[in-house]
């Protein structure tokens, strides 16, 4: 029996038979993801709305000014807080360790946009759970809604505002950083040196 006839370990046919291509594995995970998903939403969809209004409605103590704060304050600084870490995850992607930065700043940006994810789950949604949140805001937490909705418009053009002045900041170290650049090759070699008299 030659070499070039010999069998080479880990390469036997039913080895791989059996070995399952990537897109099968990846398959796999995408629909079993999916379909928790898909059950906990439906799960999340019959409590959450009646949850949060309960809770709302805990904090604003039927009171139409408390409840006009709380939701103006819950919606600018849920949505400004919440675009700007999705912006800097977004800015981070490039950098050094990025899965992580952007990892991180995605994470938080939906946990700081929860509060006006689930006041959508009461305006938008139509299970039960919504509409008796619904009733519960109309009673206990009057205002809050629209106020939400104010906040979060107000949310967007502060953050808007934010990352015009970044930017902007940004812009003049640059110009700072560049022309101290060109002041620095402008200098003489050393501190008792002038430049000599053009010929």
């Not at 995408?30 to 904090?59: D, E, G, K, N, T």
């Not at 990025?98 to 990892?103: H, K, Q, S």
């Not at 002045?165 to 002038?194: C, F, I, M, N, T």
Request: proline fraction near 6%.
């Amino acid at each position: 029996m030659s070499a070039s006839s010999a069998p080479v370990p880990g390469s036997s046919p039913t080895a791989e038979s059996a070995r399952r291509p990537a897109w099968v594995k990846k398959t796999v995970w995408a629909l079993a993801i999916l379909a928790a998903l898909v059950v906990a939403y439906f799960v999340l969809a019959a409590f959450l709305p009646r949850w949060w209004s309960h809770q709302v409605a805990a904090l604003s103590s039927g009171s139409f000014s408390t409840s006009v704060l709380l939701g103006l304050l819950f919606g600018v600084v849920c949505t400004a807080l919440a675009l700007l870490l999705f912006y800097f995850a977004w800015r981070a992607r490039r950098r050094k360790h990025a899965r992580f930065w952007v990892t991180g700043g995605l994470i938080l940006g939906v946990v700081v946009a929860l509060p006006n994810l689930l006041t959508l789950t009461v305006v938008l949604g139509g299970s039960s759970a919504a509409h008796a949140g619904e009733r519960t805001l109309d009673v206990d937490a009057p205002g809050f809604r629209g106020a939400s909705l104010w906040g979060a418009i107000i949310g967007v053009f502060v953050f808007g505002a934010a990352v015009f002045l970044l930017r902007r900041y940004r812009q003049r170290g640059e110009e700072v950083a560049k022309l101290r650049g060109d002041l620095h090759q402008r200098e003489p070699q050393s501190p008792g040196e002038s430049p000599g008299p053009e010929i």
